[in-house]
């Protein structure tokens, strides 16, 4: 049975997939103080690898893993209450995850912004290669200006040129890992030739960002390519999404925003030769779980509270850009904020939600630290239903507060709700496309010229 076939639920559409984000002690800012987390789970390996199984135990097609390549802010007492100044390099975990996981895709945030396609392509080559097939890569261009300060620049790329970088990016990474073939390593000792040299071949890249003459020194991965995760919400962000991304994490608010960016996310990949069934949009999805209404909104509330005034105050700061709101009192509106080169979509929702709703700074606070769906899990999976009914998601990127606490709760109460209604099922492939039931992409046509064998054999010989 094809991986398409194995995943139809009568709905003439595939189930639902999970994802989640794998944050240390939770997502939450105070999920560390909460009794439910692993306070001390950050750099911790054997908690990584016990909520990684769980989740692949309960049928989450993949495990993401978010990354910025700085300290996430740089005002020392807030982010000395919270873990967000340590965790994982994501490739570096995901490797030693591969190795004591069978199933789950593994999906690493890697910046275009600041790498270099080579190595990125030949890392995300091993990673598919070391986990049999299982890589994803979430691609981003960076929000964060204190990036920029760890790789020699005054500031970040602006946000126009930093997308036309990505997409430069990308699009050598996928001619290098192409430039293998699937079938060119014959291993023949007989006759004494490991690979086919001319399955092999340069890809002579020069463009606006890059030069890259390749082969790269890592065979074509088993999925061809990892499975490209993108985020963009932009107008440019989007448009990038619908180019290259084969799953989209979109955080609309509504059912209705995310129709919106579904039909938009569509048209686009119409201009591009693509269509709807290419990709996968998976919204965010925060459950506070508890076994009764009541039980949830106190968890909820509970961990709201152990959220400092600081931390608050630099929640809002750190989504809507580069503001200084340490004095600002916390109980006024929201001070006029200036225009970002950050995230703009997320900036705008942010300031529209809070000029809507008349939010004091605390409030609006508390609803980024806090936001999420909450209830017991049959509330939680009819929020699910509602918004895969409507074709609003095809999956969701689950967000756990709290971690292991919530993966178990979700695992445990909410999955099999979904399963009992025949929206879910269990169905992890062999490799994540298959998981996901995306095709492999096909070898593209090749650029550079196929290597000829002496300089392969000499090449060898020097090495
Ligand atoms: C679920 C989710 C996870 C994200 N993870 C990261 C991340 O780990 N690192 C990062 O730099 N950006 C991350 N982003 C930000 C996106 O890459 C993107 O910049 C954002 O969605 C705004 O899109 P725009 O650039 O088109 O405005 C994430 C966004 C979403 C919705």
Redesign the pocket.
Known sequence: MSADQSNQHGHGRRGLDFGALLHGAGSHLAAWRHPGSAADGELDFAHHASVAKTLEAGGFSAIFI???VAVWGHHLDSLSRTTRASYFEPLTLLSALAAVTERIGLVA?V?TSYNEPYNVARKLASLDHLSGGRAGW?V????VPLEAANYGRDEHFS?EDRYRRAAEFVDVVTALWDSFDDASVIRDREAGRYFVPGGRAAIDHVGEFFSVSGPLNTSRPPQGHPVIFQ????E???AFAASVGEVV???PRTIEEALAYRSALDRELLAVGRSHGDVRVWP?LTPFIGSTEAEAHARHQALLDLVHDDVLRRAVQDNVGDVDLSDADLDAPLPEIPDTNR????REGILALAAEERLTLRDLGRRLVGSGTIGTPEHIADHIERWWKAGAADGF?VSFPVLPEDAGLFVEHVLPVLEERGSFRPHLGSTLRETLGLQKPALRARRGAGLASDEVVDGARSA
Do not use: L, W, Y
């Open positions: 978010a990354d910025v945030t910046t979430n981003v261009t960076s929000v946000h985020a963009g919400a932009s440019t962000g989007r994490f979109a955080a965010v995230s703009k979509s997320r990127n």
